[in-house]
T-cell receptor, first 116, second 116 residues
Framework: DSGVTQTPKHLITATGQRVTLRCSPRSGDLSVYWYQQSLDQGLQFLIQYYNGEERAKGNILERFSAQQFPDLHSELNLSSLELGDSALYFC???????????????FGPGTRLTVL | AQKVTQAQTEISVVEKEDVTLDCVYETRDTTYYLFWYKQPPSGELVFLIRRNSFDEQNEISGRYSWNFQKSTSSFNFTITASQVVDSAVYFCALSEGQAAGNKLTFGGGTRVLVKP
């Protein structure tokens, strides 16, 4: 158990809908990351938050947004869903902001999103 | 831009054989970090090892060992005396220095199947 929790585990929805994925980081970790794992794109970094502020952005679609709350949990919002958004969405957390010793990212179990 | 390549898509071995996974990376940074993660059939991503770009010492941790060579930009990972529980997809990942944040760039993964 990595200490990172994600809800829900599975989500099935229809095209055009909006969903929210939730992540609670490990106790004490200030950084939260979101990744998408799909068959055709592999594992891709979406976005990073550190202590409530956005710090880095990857290949995140404009239809997607995220935020990190004062209690450090994070939510990833996906809107106007398309079939191609079906994927496993991982949240990860680390103690600090940037790469370095003791700053490994620990991953949650993921949320499997299916868009029908 | 950073890039990670895992040329082997799938490796099949018989229990107790050694397995070596290849990883080649590209980065312009002089400070970077390399990781190996394991994704068992259950789907979670499990952190295995981390290496800093300024430390080329190769190590052994239990049945895991790694060979980091900056001259060839390679970070290979070996499982000694493989077991059925080692069956999983293994990902090599790279993160660059502080200026680039701590996002992970993953390779495409190598599926390891250990047969009894």
């Amino acid at each position: 158990d990595s200490g990172v929790t994600q809800t829900p585990k599975h989500l099935i929805t229809a095209t055009g809908q909006r969903v929210t994925l939730r992540c609670s980081p490990r106790s004490g970790d200030l950084s939260v990351y979101w990744y998408q794992q799909s068959l055709d794109q592999g594992l891709q970094f979406l976005i990073q938050y550190y202590n409530g502020e956005e710090r880095a952005k990857g290949n995140i679609l404009e239809r997607f947004s995220a935020q990190q709350f004062p209690d450090l949990h994070s939510e990833l919002n996906l809107s106007s869903l398309e079939l191609g958004d079906s994927a496993l969405y991982f949240c990860a957390s680390s103690a600090g902001l940037a790469g370095g010793a003791y700053n490994e990212q620990f991953f949650g179990p993921g949320t499997r999103l299916t868009v029908l | 831009a950073q890039k990670v390549t895992q040329a082997q898509t799938e490796i099949s071995v018989v229990e107790k054989e050694d397995v070596t996974l290849d990883c080649v990376y590209e980065t312009r940074d002089t400070t970077y970090y390399l990781f190996w993660y394991k994704q068992p059939p259950s789907g979670e991503l499990v952190f295995l090892i981390r290496r800093n770009s300024f430390d080329e010492q190769n190590e052994i941790s239990g049945r895991y060992s790694w060979n980091f060579q900056k001259s060839t930009s390679s970070f290979n990972f070996t499982i000694t005396a493989s077991q059925v529980v080692d069956s999983a997809v293994y990902f090599c990942a790279l993160s660059e220095g502080q200026a680039a944040g701590n996002k992970l760039t993953f390779g495409g993964g190598t599926r390891v199947l250990v047969k009894p």
